[in-house]
Each structure stands twice: as structure tokens, then as C-alpha cells.
């Protein structure tokens, strides 16, 4: 059976023909799918001259789902995505303040895909409004299955709302001004550290020199403050030979990096959104709690060209889902006009974690090449003076020709 399977420690088994589910997405969605498709089809057969290749499956999910079948999102197409372990996604639509809950929240929590990864790097000439963007080498660990994502919210008015505020003025008199809208934001140890092991063995493994803890544990102590606490602690706890504190690094090391350690820091949320643009070569892997990693990594998106070239994985112990950062733009839908450069590049982060590395330097490669020779999409055309705007499609078309 051509199943990707995992083995006990965590490592994948690929087959030379593995099913990869995918969901093509809503909007935009299938005008960058299909341009992924051929790179991805193209860049492995190329690699691999033709021992290897992907065999698609295609999960009814969001408007198409709806139309199809009556179903956002169907129990079996999460469970196909549990069974094939990899799978690649666009954007799907949520309608704002009614209707049905965010697609991709879901799918992030009922497969319990705890990081969200998202590697932040510069692909020169793409325009930035940085000075130096070629200091610009982050990967953002998002927690991605509570804070006040959780869904735990109650209406101003509401019931549940209403007894809340009189539980919490009764039992600790808090004094909260009634009626309110009511949020929750549960952090935990467990979850906070197998983030946090995440995001360290990703810095060990890919020779990344820190993690920055981000946080607002000043204000909010029991909860980004305890991520902040369990952070530091899981580091002592599993990687102990591995990794230092900046305090140990001034106070043993005189500030020089010893080789072979991460050093471990952190960082309040407001600070480091100033750090990163300031002196962004001072930070490699970023661990977050949820809401502050969805505000860094768009912000840090921008600083190397925007949402349009910004990849992206949700990544569990069972399973992984690889998915475009931005939406489904749906001004755009249907007009071949925009950036695939966000999914292409998550793909390339799929055949990176599927171990077919030799395919994602390839997509790499040509990707930069084709944007370098000027021929892009119009989010980048017009930034570069000069520059030929192609439709999406013919983006691809310029990939797959410079990967020949
Ligand atoms: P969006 O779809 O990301 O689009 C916002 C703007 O970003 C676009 O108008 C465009 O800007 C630019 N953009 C996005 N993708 C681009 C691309 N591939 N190439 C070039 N430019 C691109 O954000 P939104 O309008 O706030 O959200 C629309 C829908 O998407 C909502 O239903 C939202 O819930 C959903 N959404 C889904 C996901 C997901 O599936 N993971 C993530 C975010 C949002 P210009 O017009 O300035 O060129």
C-alpha cells in the first residue's frame, strides 16, 4: 500500500509513490493549487527522474464539501488525513462573527496539529521594506490549539456569559462590567512544552543558534507567563546538553555561542515585534503561544514581501497539514492572477519534511530564479521597477521551465 508511515520515533517511511490528500481550497485556492500541482509533480519526477511521484487525493473540503455533499468539513476527510499522515491545503473561507467556525482552526484542533511552523527567509530580489532583509532567517512555532483560540466564547448577554461574571464576582469578587462578551484562554503545561520541544529539536536540527520564548507573562503571568516558566523548563528538562540560557551564555560563555548549543531566551510580545526590526539576525526560532504567533508571523511576512510568499505547516504527532499563510483573497478568484509563491513553497516544506529534499531545493531554486529574472505576479510586479507581470499560471510555467 503506498502509505507514508510513521515508526515510534516520530521518523517517516515514505514510499516512492505515496497518497498525499489535498484540499484545493476556496477563492484563490484553485488557481494556486493547480500551479503547485505541476511544480510539485514536476520538481519530483526531475529529482528523482521518474522513480518517484505523487499520487493525489482530493478531499471535498469548504465550498466545494458544502456543495458536493452538504458538509463543510466531513469526519471522513479528517480521518483520510489521519490515514495518509502528510497533506497539503489552500485557503478555505470563514465568514466573519456568524455561521460556520473557521475551517482551518478546526482542522488545526481535531487533528491536534499543535505547531504551527513558519519559516520567515528572504528570497532575493523579492522588494521588502527592510533595509536588510537579508538578515531576515526566522521560523515562528505558533501553539495552535489553545489560548483564546480555543472557541471558548460566550455572546454579551448570553446565559453562559451572565452566570461566568456572577461566578467569578461571587467566588474571587472580581468586578467585571456586565453585560460582556466572555473569552477563555487555557494554557497548559503539557501543551506548552511539547511546543516548546518542537520548536528546540527544529533549531538543533536545522542548525538554528536560538529560541525565543515570546510572551506577555508581565500582564497575563498565570498563563503566557507559566509558557514562558514551562519554556525554559522543558529546555532543562529534555535538552540539557543541548541548549543554554542567555544569562548562562553571558555569564559562563562571555557572550560567545558555544558550538553545538541553542541558546534559550525570551522575549515580551511588544519588545520583540521591535527586535525583529530592528536587529533580526539576533532571533532564529520563535515559540509562541497562538495569538501572538498569528500576529508575528504575518508581520514578519511582510518584512520579507508580504503573505503571497510566505509558507506554512500545521504539525502533529499523528499527522501534518502544509497550507498557504494567506486566505482566499476572493476579489481574485477565478482570475489567475495572484502569487502561488505561499503554497509552492509550502509544498516544498512537505517534500523537506517527507525527506525528498533534493525536490524542495529544486522548487527553491527556480522559484528565486524566476523571480530574479523579473517575470512575477502582479503583488510583486508592482513593487519591481521593470518588471513583467505574468498571470499565475505562467508563473508556474517560468518555475517549471528553470527547473529543466
Ligand atoms: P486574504 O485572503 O489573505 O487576502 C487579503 C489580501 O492579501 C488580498 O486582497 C491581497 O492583497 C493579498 N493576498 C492574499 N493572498 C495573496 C496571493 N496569493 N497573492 C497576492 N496577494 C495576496 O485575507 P482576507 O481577505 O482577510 O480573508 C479572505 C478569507 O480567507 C476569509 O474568509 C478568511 O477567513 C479566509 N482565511 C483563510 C486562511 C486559511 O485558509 N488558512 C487564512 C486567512 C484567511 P491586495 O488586494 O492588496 O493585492
Request: hydrophobic content about 40%.
Amino acid at each position: 500500500m503506498n502509505k507514508i508511515t510513521k515508526n515510534s520515533d516520530g521518523s517517516l517511511n515514505v514510499p516512492d509513490c505515496p497518497v498525499i490528500p489535498f484540499i484545493e481550497g476556496d477563492g484563490i485556492g484553485p488557481d494556486i493549487w493547480n500551479a503547485t500541482r505541476q511544480i510539485l509533480d514536476d520538481a519530483v519526477e526531475k529529482a528523482y527522474e521518474g522513480k518517484k511521484e505523487i499520487d493525489w487525493l482530493e478531499l471535498d473540503v469548504g465550498e466545494k464539501g458544502f456543495e458536493k455533499t452538504g458538509e463543510w468539513l466531513s469526519d471522513k476527510a479528517l480521518q483520510t488525513i489521519k490515514e495518509y499522515i502528510v497533506a497539503i491545503k489552500g485557503p478555505l473561507t470563514t465568514p466573519v462573527g456568524e455561521g460556520i467556525r473557521s475551517l482551518n482552526v478546526t482542522i488545526r484542533q481535531k487533528l491536534d496539529l499543535y505547531s504551527c511552523v513558519r519559516p520567515v527567509k528572504y528570497i532575493d530580489p523579492v522588494p521588502s521594506p527592510m533595509k536588510a532583509p537579508e538578515k531576515i532567517n526566522m521560523v515562528v512555532f505558533r501553539e495552535n490549539t489553545e489560548d483564546v483560540y480555543a472557541g471558548i466564547e460566550y455572546a454579551s448577554g448570553s446565559k453562559e456569559s451572565e452566570s461566568i461574571i456572577a461566578f467569578l464576582k461571587e467566588t474571587t469578587g472580581a468586578n467585571l462590567t456586565a453585560p460582556a462578551g466572555i473569552g477563555i484562554k487555557p494554557m497548559s503545561e503539557v501543551n506548552t512544552k511539547r511546543l516548546v520541544v518542537a520548536a528546540i529539536q527544529y533549531a538543533i536540527d536545522n542548525g538554528l543558534d536560538s529560541v525565543t520564548l515570546m510572551h506577555k507573562g508581565n500582564i497575563m503571568k498565570f498563563t503566557e507567563g507559566f509558557f514562558r516558566n514551562w519554556g525554559y523548563e522543558v529546555a532543562r528538562e529534555k535538552f540539557a546538553d543541548k541548549t543554554i540560557t542567555e544569562d548562562e551564555l553571558y555569564e559562563k560563555y562571555e557572550g560567545k555561542q558555544p558550538e553545538g548549543k541553542v541558546v534559550i531566551k525570551d522575549r515580551i510580545a511588544d519588545m520583540l515585534f521591535q527586535q525583529v526590526l530592528l536587529r533580526p539576525d539576533e532571533y532564529g526560532v520563535i515559540a509562541c503561544p497562538n495569538l501572538n504567533g498569528d500576529y508575528i508571523s504575518d508581520a514578519l511576512a511582510a518584512q520579507v514581501g508580504g503573505l503571497g510568499m510566505a509558507p506554512g505547516a500545521n504539525i502533529g504527532d499523528e499527522c501534518a497539514v502544509f497550507e498557504a499563510t494567506h486566505g482566499t483573497a476572493p476579489k481574485y478568484a477565478g482570475l489567475d492572477k495572484v502569487n502561488p509563491s505561499s503554497l509552492i513553497l509550502s509544498g516544498a516544506m512537505m517534500l523537506d519534511y517527507m525527506g525528498w529534499n533534493e525536490a524542495a531545493a529544486l522548487i527553491r531554486n527556480a522559484l528565486q530564479a524566476t523571480v530574479k529574472a523579473g517575470t512575477v505576479t502582479y503583488d510583486l510586479a508592482r513593487q519591481i521597477e521593470g518588471a513583467k507581470e505574468v498571470k499565475c499560471s505562467e508563473f508556474a510555467g517560468h518555475i517549471i521551465e528553470k527547473m529543466g
